[in-house]
Nanobody, 111 residues
Framework: VHLVESGGGLVQPGGSLRLSCTASESFFSIMGWYRQAPGKSRERVATIGSDATTGYADSVKGRFTISRDDAKNTMYLQMNNLKPEDTAVYYC????????WGQGTQVTVSS
């Protein structure tokens, strides 16, 4: 299993970014986005089941949207109204017998 994230970058507060995570093959399984800020533990941001059921951390509800396109083996995270506290390395995760992780993509929210 190989996961590749893309879409991170530098954005001003209030701006938007869309992260993508492409898997090496098709997995109808739970996937999710996690993030880790400097000096903090990795935390769950959002998850999506194989039936497209979603769950979000309270801190991102109403601002972030997770989705998946199984035809493209790709999961997305649309992030709107970004705040400085959203700055972190964002990781893609897939559960397939065990947890698999991508290499991470940096998101920096700063003016």
């Amino acid at each position: 299993v190989h996961l590749v994230e893309s879409g991170g970058g530098l954005v001003q507060p209030g701006g938007s970014l869309r992260l993508s995570c492409t898997a090496s093959e098709s997995f109808f399984s739970i996937m999710g986005w996690y993030r880790q800020a400097p000096g903090k533990s990795r935390e769950r941001v959002a998850t999506i089941g194989s039936d497209a059921t979603t769950g979000y951390a309270d801190s991102v509800k109403g601002r972030f949207t997770i989705s998946r396109d199984d035809a493209k083996n790709t999961m997305y995270l649309q992030m709107n109204n970004l705040k400085p506290e959203d700055t972190a390395v964002y990781y893609c995760m897939l559960i397939w017998g065990q947890n698999y992780w991508g290499q991470g993509t940096q998101v920096t929210v700063s003016s």
